[in-house]
């Protein structure tokens, strides 16, 4: 299975560089969704919750073409390990392909490369055993801390959900990037310098428990990565949340994580192999 083989060509979100923010935002569903920005049938670049809101903070009114985030090029012959090492180095799920006379062919996105590759025997490791290899410790966060605190935790961690947790160190609530972008969107540009900040500051202090998502889906340490990547992939989700047998969370399983295993194991190689064997 090629890269050429998978990619989308239809209901790719298309937007002019003169709509705003706001408009791409509303078409998208979470920090690493993208909306691609076109002039005619050339790709101008993409728009990102990630990269417009969480590392900066700009006007819901503000043009699109402001603030274009340029991709790196893939190719339609790249290798799967290329395409997945440059999304998680980008935080971004969708990519555009571009064929060999460097024009438009279509996009690659996370969902579609794990729905693929979600067979393969990588995925078979119990969860135990997934997160005794990662090496990144679960990021958790008190209910009662404030969103500035949330917001500089991601930020340094560099992970795009915490855990979120009560004072007995229970599940209680998941908060990804996603969930801060509604909070975190500067006023319309209309508003004084002033009042913007104002309202900045009365949005930090809002307490993680107000806006972290309440129902949290969850595995226990028995169960495989394969498991939690069809429930990934059929509840159209980011995460799920790994407890121990005393029911504490323990570790976080992302779509990231799945596309960082198909990177290193080269499914390419794998796929090659299996039919190999096989013939």
């Known amino acids: 299975m090629k890269l050429r083989d998978i990619i989308k060509t239809d209901n790719i979100i298309r937007l ?28 101008l670049g993409l728009v990102n919750p990630y990269h417009c809101i969480i590392k900066t903070s700009h006007p819901l009114n503000a043009k699109i073409a402001d603030f274009l985030f340029h991709p790196p090029h ?4 790249d290798s799967i ?24 062919a ?11 590759f979600a067979y393969l025997p990588i995925f078979h490791h ?39 947790v009560n004072r007995h160190n229970r599940l209680c609530g998941l908060l990804s990037q996603y969930d801060l972008v509604s909070f975190l969107i500067a006023p319309e540009a209309k508003e004084i310098i002033k009042e913007r900040k104002k309202r900045l500051a009365n949005i930090y202090n809002y307490r993680v428990k107000k806006i972290a998502r309440k ?27 790994v407890l121990n047998e005393k029911k504490y969370p323990v570790g976080i399983i992302t779509s990231r994580d799945c596309l960082q295993l198909l990177r290193r194991h080269e499914p390419e190689k794998i796929i090659y192999l299996q039919w190999k064997f096989a013939s």
Not at 106 to 116: D, Q, V, Y
């Open 81 to 104: 390990a290329k395409v997945v090492e440059k999304m998680n180095y980008t935080r971004l799920h969708y990519l555009p392909v571009f064929n060999e006379k460097n024009d438009f």
């Open 74 to 77: 893939i190719y339609i012959n």
């Open 126 to 164: 119990s969860l135990g055993e997934v997160i005794k290899a990662k090496s990144r410790v679960l990021v958790t966060i008190a209910e009662d801390e404030t969103l500035a605190i949330a917001l500089a935790l991601l930020r340094l961690e560099k992970v795009s959900k915490l855990v979120v």
């Open 16 to 43: 002019a560089p003169s709509e705003s923010l706001s408009t791409a935002f509303s078409k998208l569903s979470s920090s690493h969704d993208a909306a691609f920005i076109f002039k005619d049938d050339q790709l």
């Open 215 to 241: 129902f949290v889906l969850t595995l226990t340490e028995k169960n495989t990565l394969s498991q939690a990547l069809q429930l990934i992939l059929i509840k159209r989700i980011g995460s799920v949340v």
């Open 106 to 116: 279509g996009i690659i996105s996370a969902r579609r490369l794990l729905k693929t």
